[in-house]
């Protein structure tokens, strides 16, 4: 494994990538483990894939075990959080805050101690979400969304702690809000309008376009058997 520094060309200081056997780089090959996150807005489908995705995973790494987890919430601490975020309307720097508070306790109880103990690693959203969600969505500076990234994510190496790899379910948000008007009651964020989840989409996007080696971006307007179907194909190859 061949470390190289890419500073230069992230916009993110202090980050090292690996160069794993694929020649993809890596950030977290520091961790025998493997993380996944699942984003997107709501509606485009990523909780009908994720728990096939999981299983896929135990049949492939039969001997790994595979932790599927969520954002906001995965610990009982962010979980009581997240009953907050879904439902109170907050200033916004709230919850930006609230959001990462729970990121820094699911990171620290759930993610890093199953990624050092060499499992896999599924989260229903992670940081792209609150980019998306408080950046794009809401407006909240992007300064300061990087900064409680490299707070709450970065190690004391300097490393930052990010998803191996990121699936994205892209879909326009008109096309969304149908899908979910059929399915729920909504929740604080599904209740936005239209222009909102554009926005939010369009945040999902630059974060793709800024980590190419990261995400996978997903055509979310395809039906879930051929979205399956590139989902398997995904070569998911262990640091
Ligand atoms: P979601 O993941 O869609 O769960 P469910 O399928 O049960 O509705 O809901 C979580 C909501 O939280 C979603 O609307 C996006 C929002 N969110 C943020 O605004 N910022 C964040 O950092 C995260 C993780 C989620």
Redesign the pocket.
């Given at each position: 494994m061949r470390l190289i520094d890419i500073n230069e060309k992230h916009p993110l200081k202090h980050i090292n990538y690996f160069l794993n056997s694929q020649h993809e780089y890596i950030m977290t090959a520091l961790y025998p483990g493997y993380f996944v996150s699942f984003e997107g807005i709501?509606g485009a489908g990523k909780?009908t894939h994720i728990p096939a995705f999981s299983q896929l995973m135990r049949e492939l790494h039969p001997s790994l075990e595979v932790v599927e987890t969520?954002?906001?919430g995965g610990t009982s601490l962010g979980e009581k959080l997240r009953s907050l975020l879904?439902d109170v309307p907050m200033n916004l720097e709230t919850e930006a805050l609230l959001?990462f508070a729970a990121r820094r306790e699911h990171i620290a109880q759930v993610i890093e101690p199953a990624l050092l103990a060499g499992k896999i690693v599924i989260s229903?959203?992670f940081t792209d979400?609150?980019f998306a969600?408080?950046g794009g969505g809401r407006g909240l500076n992007l300064d300061k969304l990087n900064a409680l990234e490299r707070w709450v994510q970065g190690r004391e190496d300097g490393v930052l702690l990010q998803p191996n790899l990121t699936i994205l379910f892209d879909l326009p948000g008109v096309v969304a809000q149908e899908r979910r008007s059929k399915v729920r009651a909504p929740?604080k964020?599904?209740k936005m309008d239209l222009a909102f989840f554009e926005k939010v989409r369009q945040e999902y996007l630059r974060r793709a376009k800024e980590d190419p080696q990261r995400f996978h971006v997903v055509d979310a307007t395809q039906t879930p058997e051929v979205i399956w179907q590139d989902l398997q194909s995904l070569n998911i190859s262990m640091p």
């Open positions: 709501d909780s969520r954002e906001p879904l959001m229903d959203r979400a609150s969600y408080q929740d964020f599904e």
